[in-house]
């Protein structure tokens, strides 16, 4: 038993044979002139493409060795002083075959001759030839019958300028020829899958593929012809091509001819007609693959763009995006179930497009992500992974092109697409997108595109919820963690303000990182702060007091606060001994020393990383900057300030009693020098304001519960102040009088509370 | 031995020749022995002058005989009908009063405007034919004959209506078909154009051909014998079409031997043509529409 592989093979080599035998006969024919003979046998030969037994591959093999017959044929047709027969009546003598395909095959060979000697004008003969073969219904036999047909006819086409030209409508009648035969095999070709033994869909359409180019063919040809200008392609080919892939209900035929008809014609003819052409996609079967056939024509339309600036105008005058726009949303709309994938692909095509076009138009990129959204928010889930794919090269699109994702940054639908992601592929755009900032060295130097970009690539900032972290890759995390390091060092603004707030937004992205990421983003972090203090030393003069100072603390503050959250002693260490030096080489204005101080104490007193050591280090520092402020009153303020560093009111904060007194203690004796100071001045007392200040805080900690700070103590420190107010009764200050008074009215209030506090201030006599 | 052999064969021989002979065309025709001669042509209302010359006799012998004569028949032969033949024409001019032929002897003859109205035919069961006949008439022996066959073909001018072949057929529900001949009439050089138009198709055709058949009918009757022959298969159509499918017909009918219409002969025979399309499923099945044409000679085509 044969199977059909086998079988086949054994069909072809008998057909072969047939073919060579009969060619044999019909060499010896035409060597001895004998032109009955020459056709009897030549018919005979052409017989064996009779064959319904072969698949078109095979078919096309048998076709292939009967074609060189007929070359040959033709020559000796050409030469009438060897049959002595006119052209003419050779034209009518071939018809004479009884069987119909050796009949046209002959007819087409003796037709090319009949054009050739222009006996009569080629217009005619080549309607009669494709009217003749409407025949051959056969799909296959027909196929490649008119397949030769085009063939021979294909250079002697009454093109204008060509020597088979006619009169006026010349490339009408050229036109028209090839188009019908165009016609004609399309509709064969689509008929091969309706026709013949029901066989496996999958066969059918595989050998129709196989065949799909001797159709296109004809549109190769037609575009080839020179007489079709931009107007008559307009009118009449396109069109009429149209009718043919809309009217012939076939997808596959639909897929091809599409493609076929945006890869063979003109770029400028396709901008020009864009409106039919697209027009065309939504009619086509809903299986047909159009936004490939879209791409492909987007993908033109950006090549052609691209090529030369001189045709810009042109997209701009037929207002090519709002087309393809619009055509790209109907398919959409339309093909419901188009899968997210094809969706995507279509509006990537269209976004290259729109970048290549209109590279100014950031309107229609966000417009084109705008429409992506929506079409993504009818999915719930992207899982496609292909689809996902896509989303990227549609973002990755406009970073591409502009260099600059500040650019980007400005599309408002740009983060609302990055949403759909996945986490995974979120972190990838987000690489993306940070790896096109580093390889442009852009430099974003605003807030807000800050903000707007930290919220893009947040994939990497923060944890998700729901991603899995097991599953994250030690190295991956690594390496994504260092890009976000090194975008940190992207983000620059000359103005120190700016800067500021810059580093501010980074900070507050940051810090959500956890400990797992932190170690990698801050010291990025810190080093852009430490660069805007050395900048801001570069400027000494033209910024100068409170403000100045202000600024570089602030960032310590925020920076020292950042190496608190990622338990890095040693970096939140350096970076004090970093402002100290600061504090003492370049802040020189007593007022911004003030500020700078508290600000230090301040920010001191929230650390809680660092061993004991280096807190007593750091807090004896700060208490000994303290103590040589300027002016007495600054001083005394610093110093009680500085208590709190011994005393964290958490749950495991230090609780150093002693010492909060000690510098209780201290800031009294201050105060009381400033008083005396004051005194000896100006013969009047001081301000007894500090006195008030001093009292507060003892009630503070009295309060919290500091052993060391008794009731009496208290008690002594406002007698002391009533005797000083008595005392300066020429001088009153009514402030410090009022202040007083409200802290006495405190202390009334707590105990007649009751409670556990209310019986703490029993003892405190007023 | 001689003697004997002289005994059997004519005494004397005849040749029967044209004036315009040379210059008078020749056509094929088909002798009884199957073998093909070439033959005078001739129409209705010719003149057919010539002569006949008798070779003086073998061994210088005398030939008495009675007159001699030459005979213009028309005849019809039917073949199931064997030997009888029926003379619808018969012209006799005579040559010579009765007397003794003994030298070479030539004698024109001529037969003015003959009327010949049926053209000579060749069919399977019957046929046609014209034939010069010289007797030389003796007593107590047989005649001595001679026959010339010449043929007669008449021309007729084109018809002044020919109207086209247009018809609906098919099968209900299955096949609808309409077709066209552009004309009724054909003349023998032709050329059928025509389509064929198809409205509905739900069969598995494999392919169409169109045939022309000659349909000869002979005697009448009860007697009446019909013989009809294909004369063309022409595949018009491979595959199978679609509705709304044409399929052009262009058929060259020089190629086949035809012949005219011939319309009650005499009363003896008819000849009609019919184009047959004949449409083939892939199960060999054949549904066919038989429409007559007629034919006829037409002079500028021959």
Same mark, same amino acid.
């Given at each position: 038993m044969l199977n059909g592989t086998e079988d086949e093979e054994k069909w072809l080599a008998e057909g072969i044979a047939g073919i060579q035998h009969n060619a044999f006969y019909m060499h010896r024919a035409l060597d001895s002139n004998n032109l009955r003979e020459a056709l009897k046998y030549s018919a005979q030969m052409l017989s064996e493409l009779r064959t319904s037994k072969l698949s078109p591959h095979k078919y096309y093999e048998l076709y292939m060795r009967a074609f060189d017959e007929l070359k040959r044929l033709e020559l000796f047709f050409k030469d009438d002083s060897k049959h002595g027969v006119s052209v003419v009546d050779l034209y009518e003598l071939v018809q004479h075959a009884g069987n119909i395909l050796p009949r046209l095959y002959l007819l087409c060979t003796v037709g090319s001759i009949y054009i050739k000697s222009k006996e009569a004008p080629a217009k005619e003969v080549l309607k009669d030839l494709v009217e003749m073969c409407r025949g051959v219904q056969h799909p296959i036999r027909g196929l490649f019958l008119r397949s030769y047909l085009a063939q021979i006819s294909r250079d002697k086409l009454p093109d204008i300028g060509s020597e088979y030209e006619g009169d006026a409508d010349t490339v009408m009648d050229a036109v028209d020829f090839v188009l019908q035969n165009f016609t004609e095999m399309n509709k064969l070709w689509v008929r091969m899958q309706h026709q013949g033994p029901g066989g496996v869909r999958e066969k059918r359409e595989k050998e129709r593929s196989e065949l799909q180019d001797l159709v296109g063919k004809n549109l190769h040809v037609l575009s080839q012809i020179e007489g079709v200008d931009l107007e008559m392609y307009k009118e009449t080919v396109l069109p009429r091509v149209l009718e043919q892939v809309v009217n012939c209900k076939d997808d596959l035929a639909q897929y091809y001819l599409m493609d076929c008809i945006i890869q063979v014609f003109p770029d400028e003819y396709h901008l020009q007609t864009l409106e039919t052409l697209l027009g065309a996609c939504p009619q086509l079967q809903p299986t047909v693959d159009v936004k490939t056939v879209l791409s492909r024509l987007m993908d033109r339309l950006s090549n052609y763009a691209a090529s030369s600036a001189d045709v810009l105008p042109e997209f701009l005058q037929v207002e090519a995006f709002s087309k393809l726009s619009n055509a790209i949303g109907k398919v959409i709309e339309a093909q419901l179930d188009m899968p997210a994938v094809g969706a995507i692909t279509l509006y990537v095509s269209l976004l290259t497009f729109t970048l290549r076009v209109h590279p100014d138009r950031l309107d229609h990129v966000d417009q084109v992500l705008g429409a992506c959204v929506k079409k993504l928010s009818n999915i719930p889930k992207l899982e496609d992974s292909r689809a996902m794919k896509q989303v990227v090269a549609l973002l990755s699109a406009p970073l591409e092109k502009y260099n600059d994702i500040v650019t980007a940054l400005t599309l408002s639908n740009y983060p609302r697409v990055m949403d759909h992601l996945d986490i995974g592929t979120n972190k990838l755009m987000a690489m993306v997108i940070i790896q096109s900032i580093m390889k442009n060295n852009s430099c974003i130097s605003t807030a807000d595109k800050v903000e707007v970009l930290f919220e893009l690539i947040k994939g990497l900032i923060k944890d998700i919820d729901g991603a899995d972290v097991d599953e994250l890759d030690e190295e991956d995390f690594k390496e994504e963690q260092n890009s976000v390091a090194r975008l940190i060092h992207m983000l620059y603004n000359d103005e120190p303000e700016e800067m500021l707030k810059i580093i501010c937004i980074v900070r507050k992205h940051t810090m959500v990182g956890g400990p797992k990421r932190l170690p990698f983003t801050v010291s990025s972090l810190v080093f852009s702060a430490l660069r805007l203090l050395r900048q801001l030393q570069g400027q000494e003069g033209d910024i100068v007091g409170e403000e100045a100072s202000m600024t570089p603390n602030k960032n310590f503050q925020l920076l020292t606060q950042a190496a608190n959250g990622c338990d890095i002693e040693h970096v939140a260490y350096e970076f004090f001994t970093q402002a100290f030096v600061l504090y003492e080489e370049e802040i020189a204005d007593s007022k911004a020393q003030v500020t700078a101080i508290h600000l230090i104490i301040g920010t001191l007193q929230r650390m809680n990383v660092f061993g004991v050591e280096n807190r007593d280090t750091l807090t004896h520092k700060a208490t000994g900057y303290s103590a040589r402020l300027l002016k007495k009153a600054d001083q005394c303020r610093a110093v009680y300030a500085c208590s709190h560093l011994f005393w964290v009111d958490d749950q495991d904060g230090i609780k150093d009693g002693e010492r909060v007194l000690l510098c209780l203690k201290r800031a009294l004796r201050i105060a009381n020098a400033a008083q005396q100071m004051a005194n000896v001045a100006r013969g009047s007392g001081g301000p007894v304001s500090l006195f008030v200040e001093i009292l507060n805080k003892y009630i503070y900690f009295f309060e919290k519960g500091n052993k060391q700070i008794t009731s009496s103590a208290i008690q002594g420190l406002i007698e002391l102040i009533n005797t000083e107010m008595q005392s300066d009764s020429t001088n009153p200050d009514s402030v410090a009088d009022a202040f007083l008074a409200s802290t006495l009215r405190y202390i009334q209030f707590q105990k007649q509370k009751g409670g556990v506090m209310g019986e703490k201030f029993e003892s405190i006599k007023l | 031995m001689n003697y004997l052999v002289g005994a059997f064969k004519p005494p004397c021989n005849i040749f029967i020749s044209f004036t315009d002979g040379r210059s008078r065309k020749q056509v094929p025709l088909k002798k009884e022995n199957g073998k093909t001669v070439m033959v005078a042509l001739f129409q209705s209302q010719e003149n057919i002058v010539g002569e006949v010359v008798v070779i003086e006799p073998i061994h210088g012998k005398k030939v008495e005989h009675n007159g001699v004569k030459i005979e213009l028949l028309g005849q019809i032969e039917l073949y199931f009908d064997r030997g009888n033949f029926y003379d619808f024409t018969s012209l006799v001019r005579e040559l010579d009063v009765p007397g003794e032929l003994y030298e070479r002897k030539t004698y024109p003859f001529e037969f003015s405007t003959v009327e010949m109205p049926y053209e000579s035919y060749n069919g399977v069961n019957v046929r046609l034919r014209y034939i010069l006949k010289v007797t =030389?008439?003796?007593? !107590? &022996?047989?005649?001595? *004959?001679? !026959?010339?066959?010449? &043929?007669?073909?008449?021309?007729?001018?084109?018809?002044?209506?020919?109207?086209?072949?247009?018809?609906? &057929?098919?099968?209900?529900?299955?096949?609808?078909?309409?077709?066209?001949?552009?004309?009724?009439? !054909?003349?023998? @050089?032709? &050329?059928? =154009?025509?389509?064929? !138009?198809?409205?509905? *198709?739900?069969? @598995?055709? @494999?392919?169409?051909?169109?045939?022309?058949?000659?349909?000869?009918?002979?005697?009448s009757g009860p007697n009446t014998y019909v013989e009809t022959e294909t004369l063309a298969k022409f595949e018009l159509m491979d595959g199978a079409p679609v509705r709304g499918e044409s399929i052009p017909i262009r058929l060259f009918l020089s190629p086949y031997e035809l012949t005219p219409t011939y319309r009650n002969i005499n009363n003896k025979f008819s000849v009609k043509y019919y184009l047959n399309l004949v449409l083939v499923d892939e199960e060999d099945r054949r549904y066919f529409k038989q429409q007559e044409i007629t034919m006829y000679r037409n002079l500028e085509a021959s």
């Amino acid at each position: 038993m044969l199977n059909g592989t086998e079988d086949e093979e054994k069909w072809l080599a008998e057909g072969i044979a047939g073919i060579q035998h009969n060619a044999f006969y019909m060499h010896r024919a035409l060597d001895s002139n004998n032109l009955r003979e020459a056709l009897k046998y030549s018919a005979q030969m052409l017989s064996e493409l009779r064959t319904s037994k072969l698949s078109p591959h095979k078919y096309y093999e048998l076709y292939m060795r009967a074609f060189d017959e007929l070359k040959r044929l033709e020559l000796f047709f050409k030469d009438d002083s060897k049959h002595g027969v006119s052209v003419v009546d050779l034209y009518e003598l071939v018809q004479h075959a009884g069987n119909i395909l050796p009949r046209l095959y002959l007819l087409c060979t003796v037709g090319s001759i009949y054009i050739k000697s222009k006996e009569a004008p080629a217009k005619e003969v080549l309607k009669d030839l494709v009217e003749m073969c409407r025949g051959v219904q056969h799909p296959i036999r027909g196929l490649f019958l008119r397949s030769y047909l085009a063939q021979i006819s294909r250079d002697k086409l009454p093109d204008i300028g060509s020597e088979y030209e006619g009169d006026a409508d010349t490339v009408m009648d050229a036109v028209d020829f090839v188009l019908q035969n165009f016609t004609e095999m399309n509709k064969l070709w689509v008929r091969m899958q309706h026709q013949g033994p029901g066989g496996v869909r999958e066969k059918r359409e595989k050998e129709r593929s196989e065949l799909q180019d001797l159709v296109g063919k004809n549109l190769h040809v037609l575009s080839q012809i020179e007489g079709v200008d931009l107007e008559m392609y307009k009118e009449t080919v396109l069109p009429r091509v149209l009718e043919q892939v809309v009217n012939c209900k076939d997808d596959l035929a639909q897929y091809y001819l599409m493609d076929c008809i945006i890869q063979v014609f003109p770029d400028e003819y396709h901008l020009q007609t864009l409106e039919t052409l697209l027009g065309a996609c939504p009619q086509l079967q809903p299986t047909v693959d159009v936004k490939t056939v879209l791409s492909r024509l987007m993908d033109r339309l950006s090549n052609y763009a691209a090529s030369s600036a001189d045709v810009l105008p042109e997209f701009l005058q037929v207002e090519a995006f709002s087309k393809l726009s619009n055509a790209i949303g109907k398919v959409i709309e339309a093909q419901l179930d188009m899968p997210a994938v094809g969706a995507i692909t279509l509006y990537v095509s269209l976004l290259t497009f729109t970048l290549r076009v209109h590279p100014d138009r950031l309107d229609h990129v966000d417009q084109v992500l705008g429409a992506c959204v929506k079409k993504l928010s009818n999915i719930p889930k992207l899982e496609d992974s292909r689809a996902m794919k896509q989303v990227v090269a549609l973002l990755s699109a406009p970073l591409e092109k502009y260099n600059d994702i500040v650019t980007a940054l400005t599309l408002s639908n740009y983060p609302r697409v990055m949403d759909h992601l996945d986490i995974g592929t979120n972190k990838l755009m987000a690489m993306v997108i940070i790896q096109s900032i580093m390889k442009n060295n852009s430099c974003i130097s605003t807030a807000d595109k800050v903000e707007v970009l930290f919220e893009l690539i947040k994939g990497l900032i923060k944890d998700i919820d729901g991603a899995d972290v097991d599953e994250l890759d030690e190295e991956d995390f690594k390496e994504e963690q260092n890009s976000v390091a090194r975008l940190i060092h992207m983000l620059y603004n000359d103005e120190p303000e700016e800067m500021l707030k810059i580093i501010c937004i980074v900070r507050k992205h940051t810090m959500v990182g956890g400990p797992k990421r932190l170690p990698f983003t801050v010291s990025s972090l810190v080093f852009s702060a430490l660069r805007l203090l050395r900048q801001l030393q570069g400027q000494e003069g033209d910024i100068v007091g409170e403000e100045a100072s202000m600024t570089p603390n602030k960032n310590f503050q925020l920076l020292t606060q950042a190496a608190n959250g990622c338990d890095i002693e040693h970096v939140a260490y350096e970076f004090f001994t970093q402002a100290f030096v600061l504090y003492e080489e370049e802040i020189a204005d007593s007022k911004a020393q003030v500020t700078a101080i508290h600000l230090i104490i301040g920010t001191l007193q929230r650390m809680n990383v660092f061993g004991v050591e280096n807190r007593d280090t750091l807090t004896h520092k700060a208490t000994g900057y303290s103590a040589r402020l300027l002016k007495k009153a600054d001083q005394c303020r610093a110093v009680y300030a500085c208590s709190h560093l011994f005393w964290v009111d958490d749950q495991d904060g230090i609780k150093d009693g002693e010492r909060v007194l000690l510098c209780l203690k201290r800031a009294l004796r201050i105060a009381n020098a400033a008083q005396q100071m004051a005194n000896v001045a100006r013969g009047s007392g001081g301000p007894v304001s500090l006195f008030v200040e001093i009292l507060n805080k003892y009630i503070y900690f009295f309060e919290k519960g500091n052993k060391q700070i008794t009731s009496s103590a208290i008690q002594g420190l406002i007698e002391l102040i009533n005797t000083e107010m008595q005392s300066d009764s020429t001088n009153p200050d009514s402030v410090a009088d009022a202040f007083l008074a409200s802290t006495l009215r405190y202390i009334q209030f707590q105990k007649q509370k009751g409670g556990v506090m209310g019986e703490k201030f029993e003892s405190i006599k007023l | 031995m001689n003697y004997l052999v002289g005994a059997f064969k004519p005494p004397c021989n005849i040749f029967i020749s044209f004036t315009d002979g040379r210059s008078r065309k020749q056509v094929p025709l088909k002798k009884e022995n199957g073998k093909t001669v070439m033959v005078a042509l001739f129409q209705s209302q010719e003149n057919i002058v010539g002569e006949v010359v008798v070779i003086e006799p073998i061994h210088g012998k005398k030939v008495e005989h009675n007159g001699v004569k030459i005979e213009l028949l028309g005849q019809i032969e039917l073949y199931f009908d064997r030997g009888n033949f029926y003379d619808f024409t018969s012209l006799v001019r005579e040559l010579d009063v009765p007397g003794e032929l003994y030298e070479r002897k030539t004698y024109p003859f001529e037969f003015s405007t003959v009327e010949m109205p049926y053209e000579s035919y060749n069919g399977v069961n019957v046929r046609l034919r014209y034939i010069l006949k010289v007797t =030389i008439s003796r007593n !107590y &022996v047989s005649n001595i *004959v001679e !026959y010339q066959d010449f &043929v007669v073909r008449n021309y007729t001018p084109p018809p002044s209506i020919n109207n086209s072949i247009k018809m609906e &057929v098919g099968i209900e529900d299955c096949l609808h078909i309409e077709f066209e001949y552009s004309k009724s009439k !054909y003349h023998l @050089k032709d &050329v059928i =154009i025509g389509k064929i !138009y198809f409205l509905l *198709v739900r069969i @598995k055709l @494999k392919n169409m051909e169109l045939e022309i058949r000659r349909r000869e009918s002979t005697g009448s009757g009860p007697n009446t014998y019909v013989e009809t022959e294909t004369l063309a298969k022409f595949e018009l159509m491979d595959g199978a079409p679609v509705r709304g499918e044409s399929i052009p017909i262009r058929l060259f009918l020089s190629p086949y031997e035809l012949t005219p219409t011939y319309r009650n002969i005499n009363n003896k025979f008819s000849v009609k043509y019919y184009l047959n399309l004949v449409l083939v499923d892939e199960e060999d099945r054949r549904y066919f529409k038989q429409q007559e044409i007629t034919m006829y000679r037409n002079l500028e085509a021959s």
